[in-house]
């Protein structure tokens, strides 16, 4: 096949994890090229509704900001684009967040990539990868003009799946080791009830008990579930539509998406019946495909465990940290939290994001080194943006140096472009 490009560093996905790792590269001097199967950027906070960024402040009674540098930067475009982008505190679990708006996110890492001059290919998807020996050489894109070959220096899998490590034939874990794979969530998002009303908890809890009592798909989380008022709209963002999956077969996901829409809509027609004030009330999404907590888990050169995350270990060779508790979904609708010890965060390390047998591959997101219960902690979107802005510079350093890695020199450059450690 003919190569069409030439670049310094290729990113596989436009989430939060791939928009890090494509502006760090970038502002590290690389010429990059950012790959996303979707028409907009942003993974799971605009594919699948996950309309707050979990990660970027530490818990405690106060907002400690844990990631800037990137993640900095999509929080002063959202702001510019009138979204409020301050630390917001979860009723139901106490953590600070940040609010979004799904059309001004897309909007606003349209602009900063563009801001980049990074080259962006939408609708388009990694296909297929080449190696030779212990270096990856190209990927193949394949999008709507059919398939194209790009050489890169270096790669950076962002894909949340794991899929440009898979394609390379690299080893990699399913769920937590035994197969079983964290539940799926489905977020509603609902409008027609008024911006001033107060849900009333306690009223959406007796419903629930009622409804479980006789309806078609009984609600796990019978506390209400997570339930947020957007800005801008009002909407209802909740959280009670919970899948368990068995494996990653196209045929369970196509089961578990219309599972989770017949589940939706019988959901909304409980509220309208049950609940003052939703009498109008109606599906604004569920957004264009079901939330996808854990698929594979591609084998790094460390994997960060529970002991690092509740002692709150810090390290000589860190290049991000995390802040989200311990956050595991078992068994569906019953999420259970364990905080982060020491000064509130952990550090990840350098080989926490590198490939275990590939010299030029790195991770950024939810696919770095992590055991089942450091996987609750580092997939928040917050973490993402703070390992992939790690991974794109650490990608950017090994083009610069002649195929050398150093962890030093990469902590200097993410310390220049303002990322924390
Ligand atoms: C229901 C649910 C609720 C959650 N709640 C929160 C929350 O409130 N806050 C929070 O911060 N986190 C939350 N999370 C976790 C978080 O959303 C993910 O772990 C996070 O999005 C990981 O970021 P990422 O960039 O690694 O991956 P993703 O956001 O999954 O992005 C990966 C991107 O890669 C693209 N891609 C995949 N394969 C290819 C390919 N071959 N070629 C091209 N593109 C490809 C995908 O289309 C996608 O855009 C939640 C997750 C779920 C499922």
Redesign the pocket.
Same mark, same amino acid.
């Given at each position: 096949m003919r190569v069409e490009a030439d670049y310094d560093v290729v990113v596989?996905?436009?989430? %939060?994890? +791939?928009i890090g790792a494509a502006i760090g590269a970038a502002k590290s001097g690389a010429k990059v090229c950012l790959?996303?199967?979707?028409g907009f950027?942003?993974?799971?906070?605009t594919?699948?509704q996950?309309l707050?960024?979990?990660?970027l402040f530490q818990q405690g009674r106060e907002p400690v900001r844990a990631v800037s540098g990137v993640g900095e930067d999509v929080i002063a475009e959202i702001r510019e684009l009138g979204l409020d982008g301050g630390a917001f505190r979860s009723e139901t679990t106490g953590n600070w967040?940040v609010l979004l708006d799904p059309e001004i996110l897309k909007f606003a890492l349209d602009n900063l990539v563009q801001r980049h001059r990074i080259d962006v290919k939408l609708h388009?998807?990694?296909?297929a990868v080449s190696r030779t020996g212990k270096r990856l050489e190209a990927a193949t894109l394949a999008g709507m003009s059919g398939r194209r070959h790009v050489v890169a220096e270096a790669f950076v899998d %962002?894909? +949340?799946?794991a899929?440009?490590a898979m394609l390379a034939g690299l080893d990699y874990q399913i769920g937590n080791g035994e197969g079983r794979l964290q539940a799926?969530?489905m977020?509603m998002r609902i409008g027609g009830i008024a911006p001033d009303l107060k849900i009333d908890r306690d009223a959406l809890q007796s419903a629930i008990a009622r409804y479980n009592e006789t309806g078609r798909y009984p609600i796990q989380r019978t506390d209400g579930g997570i339930i947020i008022r957007l800005p801008l709209s009002s909407d209802m963002w909740w959280?009670t539509v919970d899948l368990d999956i068995a494996d990653l077969e196209s045929d369970s996901f196509t089961r578990a998406e219309m599972a989770g829409r017949a589940m939706a809509h019988d959901y909304l027609s409980m509220l309208r019946r049950a609940m003052p004030g939703f009498e109008n009330a109606y599906l604004v999404a569920t957004g264009p495909q079901v939330?996808?907590?854990e698929t594979r888990h591609p084998v790094a050169r460390y994997q960060l465990t529970k002991e690092d995350v509740i002692s709150g270990r810090l390290r000589e060779d860190g290049i991000a940290r995390a802040a989200w508790p311990i956050e595991l979904h078992g068994e569906a609708g019953k999420p259970v939290y364990t905080p982060i010890g020491g000064e509130g965060y952990f550090h990840v390390p350098y080989d926490a994001i590198r490939a275990k047998s590939l010299a030029n591959l790195w991770y950024?997101?939810?696919?770095i080194g992590a055991d089942p219960d450091a996987y609750g902690s580092i997939?928040?979107?917050?973490t993402?943006f703070a390992t992939?802005e790690a991974a794109g510079v650490s990608a950017a350093d090994y083009a610069d140096r002649n195929h050398k890695t150093d962890c030093r020199s990469v902590q200097a450059r993410l310390s220049a472009q303002g990322a924390m450690i």
């Open positions: 596989c996905g436009g989430g %939060a994890a +791939g790959v996303e199967k979707y950027l942003g993974g799971a906070a594919t699948s996950v707050a960024y979990c990660g967040i388009t998807r990694v296909a %962002a894909s +949340g799946d899929n440009l799926l969530t977020p959280m939330g996808i907590r950024g997101g939810r696919v997939r928040v979107m917050g993402a992939g």
